[in-house]
């Protein structure tokens, strides 16, 4: 049974830094692309971040890539999305899920429904 646990999130300062970590279980996730997802009130789950698990590959959505970073530990089985210089509307609850890749680790799943396992998510709060 797959398993993704989400932590890390809290109340932060405008121009804060906080570190997500998403712990994940059940499966191997070499064929899979992990991804985090933000949902704020009132907005529809947006993509922030995804990294091919076998290869450590990793996309961004154009927003998001100047100010967070997706990575993973492998030996750990855990991913993590440092997010720098937050601002309040990067206020949300953020997810971490898993997609399976295509044949050879092949596509660069963005969309909510191309994910599969989902975490419970965390919050994340940014104050002005």
């Known amino acids: 049974q797959v398993q993704l646990v989400e932590s890390g999130g809290g109340l932060v300062q405008t121009g804060g830094s906080l570190r997500l970590s998403c712990a994940a279980s059940?499966?191997?996730?070499?064929?899979?692309?992990m991804g985090w997802f933000r949902h704020a009130p009132v907005e529809e789950r947006t993509f922030v971040a995804a990294?091919?698990?076998?290869?450590?590959?990793?996309y961004y959505a154009d927003s998001m890539k100047d100010r967070f970073t997706i990575s993973r530990d492998s030996a750990k089985n855990t991913m993590y999305l440092q997010m720098n210089n937050l601002k309040p509307e990067d206020t949300a609850v953020y997810y971490c899920?898993?997609?399976?890749?295509?044949?050879?680790?092949?596509?660069?799943?963005?969309?909510?429904?191309?994910?599969?396992?989902w975490g419970q998510g965390t919050q994340v709060t940014v104050s002005s």
């Open positions: 059940g499966r191997t996730f070499s064929s899979y692309a």
């Open positions: 899920a898993a997609a399976l890749l295509g044949p050879h680790g092949s596509g660069y799943p963005r969309l909510s429904r191309e994910y599969a396992y």
């Open positions: 990294i091919k698990w076998g290869t450590g590959n990793t």
